[in-house]
């Protein structure tokens, strides 16, 4: 198995920030992933899928990571796709695309693997990932197990603390392939539009409140541009921070503290969406 010792944690997010990492393992397959999840079970472990919604800290991460990116197996049977964890919700658009298979036309452009997705119940434009799952496969404590997917919110998977997501299969509708590509190509549109996407960031950082959008708060208090060392409020959405030039996790955190100072402030409490290692 591919292993990686001090490596710098840039290369592993979309944000480019991060210290180094002391080691990061890279499972191939579901019995390599077994049994490195039994062997690591009791120490400080991050399962990293591509790094979207994640900040690391400057100071790196001391314990271990294991990457899901080389688990990138995906299989089709009828209106059903078998998917491993480290699959690229790109791909598997691509994929699904291809063989006339619809119903993830609306997530494509997120740039998460199929793991990070589930966990985070990512979702854009009216459709959560998890409304598309039949069964999960999950491991925790070294045994695996498998489940009907039931228990979600928004941004929240079915997964239980402590468990690894290993694989999820996906029942789709047939659909005609151009059909599929011009929704994709439309909804990617839409999102280069709104979103800045030439400039390295990790999403929307905090999480929509129940009555408000933090994004459009943030427009109103006319916090869109402001910059703290390297990172900036995108000037495009509000609701995202760019790293504009070198940014570290530190100019980052400090631009959510001030943003969480000023919602509190004006009465509102953000919660945050970005997973932060510090
Ligand atoms: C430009 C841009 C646009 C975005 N747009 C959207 C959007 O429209 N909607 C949306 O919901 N999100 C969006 N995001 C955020 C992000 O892409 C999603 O949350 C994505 O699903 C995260 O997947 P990931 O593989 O990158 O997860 P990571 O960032 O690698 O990990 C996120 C969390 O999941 C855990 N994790 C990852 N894989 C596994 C696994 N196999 N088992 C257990 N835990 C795991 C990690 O430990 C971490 O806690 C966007 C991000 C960017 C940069």
New binding site residues.
Partial sequence: MKTMRNVSLKKY???KIGGRAKVIYFPENEEELLKLAARLNKKKL?????????LFSDHGFDGKIIS?RRLDKIKRKGNKVFCE??VN?FSLCHFCAEHGLSGLER?Y?????V??????????YGCE?CQLISKIKVVKNGVISEREVQNFCY?KGP?CEG????SAVFNLKKGKKEQILALQSEIFEK?KQS???SLP????IFKRGKDFFPAQLIDEWKLKGKKIGGAEISSQHAG?IVNADNATSSDVLALICEIERMARAHGYNFER?I?IIE
């Fill in positions: 997010t979309t944000f991050l399962i990293l899928g591509n790094g979207s919604n994640i899901t964890a480290g919700l997530l452009g997120i740039p998460g693997s793991g990070g997705a589930i966990v985070m119940n990512a979702g854009a990932i941004r997964l468990e690894i997501l290993v999102r979103q800045p996407y960031s990790a999403g929307s995202f969406e997973v």
